[in-house]
């Protein structure tokens, strides 16, 4: 299993250009996840998704959207990029399992990262 | 929304020192997770410890969940252990985590 991988891994963009990064897993998860990395900062969710045709906003939300058409991709896309948006882009993914005292488990797996540039 | 802090925020340990990191919430959580990223930016996943004790190797970590703080333990450290570490959470009725703003650790040969 590849577990979970990302497109491209390396990226220069100008200003107001526009591109989508891919993640692909094929876990077989329910969830997927892409989060944002600024330099000696955790990392901050930009969008989420519960399952194939659904999406959601997280923290930081603005300028990108996403898309889930097929369970085991999750586009995020950039319509006019901006230097703001300079960054480590992280994937994740997880699966829950709902747990006989009513818990539940939920864990997140990551893949390797996409740096972007917008000069 | 829930606050995620870790401490300390940076550390600089000699080859085989133990060392322990934590990770303070402010609300009750459903899923908690410690993740190295390593010196290339790889995300590695450690443990999933929503509450209990588990232990890896020479790493351990502890939840107390109803007092709002985990704790890693890392033991006999090398240099490979350098890198930074993450705490995230998440809390009940939600799949979203907030990530802490990690520990950067440094072990020197």
């Known amino acids: 299993n590849a577990g979970v ?5 390396f990226r220069v963009l100008k200003t107001g250009q526009s591109m989508t990064l891919l993640c692909a897993q094929d876990m077989n998860h329910e969830y997927m996840y892409w989060y944002r990395q600024d330099p000696g900062m955790g990392l901050r969710l ?3 998704s519960v399952g194939e045709g659904t999406t959601a906003k997280g923290e930081v939300p603005d300028g990108y959207n996403v898309s889930r ?5 999750f586009l995020l896309g950039l319509e006019s990029a901006a230097p703001s948006q300079t960054s480590v882009y992280f994937c ?3 699966y829950t399992l709902e747990l006989a005292d009513y818990t539940s488990y939920n864990e997140q797996f990551f893949g390797p ?3 972007l540039t917008v000069l | 929304g829930i606050q995620v802090e870790q401490s300390p925020p940076d550390l600089i340990l000699q080859e085989g020192a133990n060392s322990t990191l934590r990770c303070n919430f402010s609300d ?11 010196p290339w930016g790889q995300l590695i996943n450690l443990f999933y410890i929503p509450s209990g004790t588990k232990q890896n190797g020479r ?5 107390v969940a109803t007092e709002r703080y985990s704790l890693l333990y890392i033991s006999s450290s090398q240099t490979t252990d350098s890198g ?22 440094k072990v020197l040969a």
Do not use: D, E, M
């Open chain 1, 92 to 94: 994740a993914s997880s």
């Open chain 2, 59 to 63: 790493l351990s970590a502890t939840t």
């Open chain 2, 84 to 105: 930074v570490y993450f705490c995230a959470v998440s809390t009940s009725g939600t799949y979203k985590y907030i990530f802490g703003t990690g520990t950067r650790l």
């Open chain 1, 46 to 48: 930009i969008h989420y």
């Open chain 1, 113 to 115: 990262g996409t740096r």
């Open chain 1, 69 to 73: 058409l097929k369970k085991q991709n």
């Open chain 1, 5 to 9: 991988t990302q497109t491209p891994k």
């Open chain 2, 28 to 38: 009750s959580v459903n899923n908690l997770q410690w993740f190295h990223q390593n």
